[in-house]
């Protein structure tokens, strides 16, 4: 079992950055591939980034390439999510997730992942 926490959301202006970062409780954080999702108001959860474990390769969302980047610390438990040049099509509830049994996959899929954290929410102005 592990816990996820979110934390580094906020309100940004269109064109601002942020970097939101996700702390996994236990000692087993760098055998899970990490992943990031978000899901806006009347919308479906949508993949964002991902990364494996040894941070060796990534994956991102059409929408989010060139503008984020996702990275991982395991020393720290920790996987961030840098995002710059934001848009107003950005906000929205940010969740990071782990996947327990894929961990040299970067997956888009929701339904790999096995923990999931509370969400942060990060509000993109105009």
């Known amino acids: 079992q592990v816990q996820l926490v979110e934390s580094g959301g906020g309100l940004v202006q269109v064109g601002g950055s942020l970097r939101v970062s996700c702390v996994a409780s236990?000692?087993?954080?760098?055998?899970?591939?990490m992943g990031w999702f978000r899901q806006a108001p009347g919308k479906e959860r949508e993949f964002v980034a991902a990364?494996?474990?040894?941070?060796?390769?990534?994956n991102y969302a059409v929408a989010v390439k060139g503008r984020f980047t996702i990275s991982r610390d395991n020393a720290k438990n920790t996987v961030y999510l840098q995002m710059n040049s934001l848009k107003a099509e950005d906000t929205a509830v940010y969740y990071c997730?782990?996947?327990?049994?894929?961990?040299?996959?970067?997956?888009?899929?929701?339904?790999?992942?096995?923990?999931w954290g509370q969400g942060t929410q990060v509000t993109v102005s105009s």
């Open positions: 990364i494996t474990r040894n941070g060796g390769s990534t």
């Open positions: 236990g000692r087993t954080f760098s055998s899970y591939a």
């Open positions: 997730a782990a996947d327990a049994t894929r961990p040299y996959y970067s997956t888009s899929s929701s339904y790999e992942y096995d923990y």
